[in-house]
């Protein structure tokens, strides 16, 4: 059974940055990624990663936030720069035995408890 466990959220004022790490154990995975959920809204995707480390994002990210992995390690990362108000949300890290990415949340076999990241104005 995979494991997912996520490090790294926390408070930081709008402008700052955050590094979130995910790190998988119990068997490799294939396509990794970051979906968030904000109180009374629904999981949304934030950045998704294929083995061939193929990214996508969402639009309100694009150009703020970089999705990385090591695969050797198991281990994926959101780095959030430029943070905003509204990107205030709990952060979940997703796993897959595919490959390749999916866009939705039902497209990902593992999930990890989730990291708060809270962005003061």
């Known amino acids: 059974q995979v494991q997912l466990v996520e490090s790294g959220g926390g408070l930081v004022q709008a402008g700052g940055s955050l590094r979130l790490s995910c790190t998988a154990s119990?068997?490799?995975?294939?396509?990794m990624g970051w979906f968030r959920q904000a109180p009374g809204k629904e999981r949304e995707l934030v950045a998704v990663?294929?083995?061939?480390?193929?990214?996508f994002y969402a639009g309100s990210v694009k150009g703020r936030f970089t999705v990385s992995r090591d695969s050797a390690k198991n281990t994926l990362f959101l780095q959030m720069n430029s943070l905003k108000p509204e990107d205030t949300a709990m952060y979940y890290c997703?796993?897959?035995?595919?490959?390749?990415?999916?866009?939705?949340?039902?497209?990902?076999?593992?999930w990890g408890q989730g990291t708060q990241v809270t962005v003061s104005s």
């Open positions: 997703s796993a897959r035995r595919g490959r390749y990415y999916g866009v939705r949340p039902d497209d990902y076999d593992y």
């Open positions: 119990g068997s490799s995975v294939g396509a």
């Open positions: 990663i294929s083995t061939n480390e193929g990214t």
